[in-house]
């Protein structure tokens, strides 16, 4: 025998056992030997599982991960531009107040509805739900505006 050690596959496993059976004249008993010889030649395939893979075949290389690395961002080309397409819901909150449907059924033109917030205190401004600044409302060319005076960061704006 050689030192390299034979793999054995499914197929060899059951010749030899139906070779085994067919010796033993139909009694259904294995010798020995042969399953010796079985135990070894698994104990051999899988102690060859560890070992390094020999040559492959031609035209077969093996695989290797390759570093991923991110690249830098790319300050110069950044800008505005990169948002342009991207929808946002703003929303300029001037107060709050509680009201029971009853009363809101009875809401008509002209009625007044009382706030939370005095005139002149900061009105919220809310982008896709979030807090994110407070600022005061003017009045620019007949058309109501908001100049932020407050941007709200990090933690804060959860409250």
Not at 74 to 101: C, F, P, W, Y
């Amino acid at each position: 025998m050689s030192d390299t050690p034979e793999v054995t596959g499914q197929s060899d496993v059951q010749r030899v056992l139906a070779e085994a059976q067919s010796t033993e004249a139909g009694t259904g008993a294995i010798d020995q030997g042969s399953i010796d010889a079985l135990l070894n030649q698994a104990q051999s395939a899988l102690a060859s599982i560890d070992e390094p893979a020999s040559a492959l075949p031609a035209g077969v290389t093996p695989f290797e991960f390759k570093d991923l690395q991110g690249a830098a961002a790319a300050n110069e080309t950044a800008s505005l531009d990169l948002l342009r397409d991207v929808q946002l819901d703003l929303k300029i909150e001037l107060g709050r107040t509680q009201m029971h449907l009853e009363d809101v059924l009875r809401l008509k033109q002209g009625a007044v509805v009382t706030l939370d917030k005095l005139a002149g205190d900061p009105v919220d401004i809310y982008a896709n739900g979030r807090l994110i600044a407070r600022g005061e409302v003017l009045v620019l060319n007949d058309n109501f505006c908001v100049r932020v005076a407050e941007l709200i960061a990090g933690d804060d704006a959860a409250a």
